[in-house]
């Protein structure tokens, strides 16, 4: 099959029996059929490569195929790839141990699940039973993910809206403000669910203090802090979690994204022992998952863990992203249509002074064989989440075309007005 009609079948099959308005969606922003993925690049049907610095939200944080995970993915498809949910794995083991070692002090057991919304809702269920409490903090612009219970967390109407009464209880504070979180926390609430750095809200850094400050306030009133780490954790802000930045100890964590290292997904949450005794010391079988926790993800993610430590990702997180941020911010400078670039480690935002500036630059950024999208709860915000094995050529590349794409934009514009 020639690629242009494969191209029109899948684009025809998507608007058939996908979904029409987000394949007008897709073809406006001019995207391909993807077809391979090879490090930190992306094929699509006409054997054009694209230097991807999306990352698949952070799920590619090791690139595409990374090979040591695809060995040991392969290796485990040969002997069991799904538990026969009775007997003790023992992938599942050593991974949560390997997750207790690197996560904080406290942080000791780990509830598997297979996607980033699983792991909120597990976090949310966690912290009710715990506690016995029903209010939760979440911040405006926060994103916890879509099923019903991590949605009534998710910061942002436009998503909330058609599915109310969605779960009760939930209270938003404006995100980076302490005073404002601390201020909501109180007796009633079971816990403050917060993202280190609010990814999809536009990549935004809070300012020092701000996570010790709500953890003073969870400890004033028995309140559990769960840190949202599915975007950040796993080396992507130049830690290996968001946290580590203040130095906090939460109670719980969430994780999904980058742990399968970009071959299995794989969502995880992580607890002290308070919460894993409050949960499951009366029924061990309160809350589970079919295929959480199985043998192939856990091997991805025990094999994702070891190329963070052997190619050294959270040292490589800082040094290429402050490549990626010193040139964004001469963008910045030259550019009127920027208005801030910023992020940490390898998790970078760069803010449009108008919504349509930031669709239209992708559009532009795809045309030059670079993939790049927006944040989801800020379309004024265009994300740089490359892979955190890329290369520093490949980062002075990235900023390069996208800094050509924003001339481009702002000619278009120019014409327009
Ligand atoms: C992506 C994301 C989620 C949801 O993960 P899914 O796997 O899409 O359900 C939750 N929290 C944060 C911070 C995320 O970035």
């Known amino acids: 099959m020639q690629a242009d009609e494969l191209h029109a079948e899948v684009v025809r099959k998507y ?30 049907q006409d054997g054009k490569r694209y230097l991807d610095c999306l990352g698949g939200y952070g799920v590619f944080s090791l690139g595409h195929r990374h090979p040591k995970v695809v060995e040991a993915v392969k290796r485990q498809l040969d002997e069991l790839p799904l538990s026969g949910k009775t007997f003790f794995s023992k992938n599942q083991a050593d991974l949560a141990e390997r997750l207790a070692r690197i996560t904080p002090e406290g942080i000791e057991f780990t509830f598997f ?13 966690f912290a009710k039973a715990t506690t016995r409490r029903a209010k939760v903090v979440s911040t405006i612009g926060g994103f916890h993910g879509k099923t019903i219970g991590s949605l009534s967390t998710t910061g942002r109407e436009k998503y909330r809206k058609p599915f109310e009464p969605l779960m009760p209880g939930v209270e938003f504070v404006p995100y980076a403000d302490a005073e404002a979180a601390v201020g909501a926390i109180d007796d009633s609430t079971a816990c403050m669910i917060v993202e280190p750095i609010q990814g999809e809200g536009g990549i935004h850094v809070p300012p020092d203090g701000y996570l010790r400050a709500i953890r003073e ?40 994204k980058a742990l399968g290292g970009g071959v299995i997904p794989i969502g995880a949450v992580s607890f002290t022992e308070r919460i894993c005794e409050a949960v499951f ?48 911010r001469e963008i910045k400078e030259k550019s009127e249509l920027v208005t801030d670039a910023r992020g940490r480690g390898m998790m970078l935002g760069v803010e449009f002074s108008m919504d349509e500036v930031g669709e239209l630059t992708i559009a532009q950024v795809v045309k030059r064989g670079m993939i ?8 004024r915000v265009i994300r740089i989440e490359p892979p955190l094995v890329m290369t520093k050529e490949q980062a002075e590349r990235a900023v390069e075309t996208l800094g050509e794409a924003i001339e481009e934009t702002q000619e278009i514009l120019a014409t327009l007005i």
Request: glycine fraction near 12%; charge should be negative; aromatic fraction near 6%.
């Open 281 to 328: 010391s009366e029924n061990p079988l309160l809350h589970t998952s079919t295929f959480g926790g199985n043998p192939i993800a856990c091997a991805a993610g025990l094999a994702t863990l070891d190329v963070i430590k052997e190619e050294g990702l959270v040292e490589r997180a800082n040094e290429i992203g402050a490549v990626l941020i010193a040139g964004l």
């Open 372 to 379: 790049a999208a927006y944040t989801l709860n800020n379309p």
């Open 217 to 256: 306030a969870c400890d004033r009133h028995g309140a559990l802090l769960v840190l949202d780490e599915v975007q950040t954790g796993f080396a992507r802000t130049g830690k290996m979690f968001g946290c580590e930045h203040e130095g906090v100890r939460p109670d719980v964590m969430t994780f999904a």
């Open 15 to 44: 608007s058939e029996h996908i979904n029409p308005y987000l394949a007008k969606l897709m073809n406006f922003a001019g995207f391909g059929v993807e077809v391979q993925g090879e490090g930190c690049y992306l094929t699509d």
């Open 113 to 125: 699940c297979n996607s980033g919304t699983e792991a909120v809702e597990a976090a949310l269920k």
